[in-house]
């Protein structure tokens, strides 16, 4: 998985304003450093709380699942949410 930017992150949860999506990153209480890619793990840490992405490309689905999983089972978080936004 290569990073991904937080305008990127935005577009995959159908926010048009990066803002917007970092406020809800905020409201689930999840913190990333700002004006840095977005590395595997924080995405997992996104994807477990916040479900994941509907626009995310199927192929990135399949391959991103079974690491959710394990991320939420390592972190005692039920397991993710497909949907949520």
Known sequence: MKPKSRSELAYLYGYTCTRTFTRHLKKN???????????????LQIYAIMGIPMMLNIEEKEQILPLLRKYCQQNNLPPPPIFKY
């Open 29 to 43: 209480s999840i913190k990333i450093e700002p004006y840095k890619a977005i590395y595997l793990k924080d995405q």
